[in-house]
């Protein structure tokens, strides 16, 4: 089973700059700067287009708001010295 990843993890496994990934789908720089950082996220348009050049359902496209939230709430691992 694949597992659901962030845009920037998704470019960076492809081997792409931002202004590659951008050129890809008809984006500017910018919008793909913005949606890996959470400040924005892409259009149902645009994430077909993403899912379309990244060969994987859209389904598996993880927003980075979803991935920090998830962090947050993931209990901390600590060791105990004992």
Do not use: D, Y
């Not at 694949?2 to 789908?25: F, M, N």
């Not at 998830?70 to 209990?75: A, V």
């Amino acid at each position: 089973m694949l597992e659901r990843r962030t845009i920037r993890e998704l470019r960076r496994l492809a081997g792409w700059s931002q202004i590659e990934l951008a050129a890809k789908i008809g984006v500017s720089k910018m919008s793909i700067s913005h949606w890996e950082t959470g400040r924005n996220e892409p259009s149902a348009r645009q994430l077909r287009a993403l899912a379309q050049v990244f060969a994987i359902p859209m389904e598996l496209i993880r927003f980075e708001k979803e991935a920090v939230r998830e962090r947050q709430e993931r209990p901390e691992r600590r060791t105990s010295a004992s």
